[in-house]
Nanobody, 120 residues
Framework: QVQPVESGGGLVQAGDSLRLSCAAS??????MGWFRQAPGKEREFVAA????????SYADSVKGRFTISRDNAKSTVYLQMNSLKPEDTAVYYC???????????????WGQGTQVTVSS
């Protein structure tokens, strides 16, 4: 079973930037996305991107600060996170699936997650 592999998490200060990467090979994933889960909270949608990159979607809480992109030649999706806030602290999960979607149920391949911690 194909499982995406995330990297790039870490501990940063408020206002800093981080770039997450997710490698997902083995089959064609037309939709890829990022979700996050903070302690005691539900896993929530962060960003999604279509195969061509022509369609993207963002949660309101990250719009204007985060940018999702993908490199199909490398089977990799990226999440550039700027102006990080303490409330962005969470485990970030990469998701891949057969179509572009903001819904968790649309994705059938999930990474193990990478921790992002933003200190104030």
């Amino acid at each position: 079973q194909v499982q995406p592999v995330e990297s790039g998490g870490g501990l940063v200060q408020a206002g800093d930037s981080l770039r997450l990467s997710c490698a997902a090979s083995g089959r064609t994933f037309y939709g890829m996305g990022w979700f996050r889960q903070a302690p005691g909270k539900e896993r929530e949608f962060v960003a999604a991107i279509s195969w061509s990159g022509g369609s993207t979607s963002y949660a309101d809480s990250v719009k204007g600060r985060f940018t999702i992109s993908r490199d199909n030649a490398k089977s990799t999706v990226y999440l550039q996170m700027n102006s990080l806030k303490p409330e962005d602290t969470a485990v970030y999960y990469c998701a891949a699936g057969p179509s572009f979607s903001t819904r968790r149920s649309a994705y059938d391949a999930w990474g193990q997650g990478t921790q992002v911690t933003v200190s104030s």
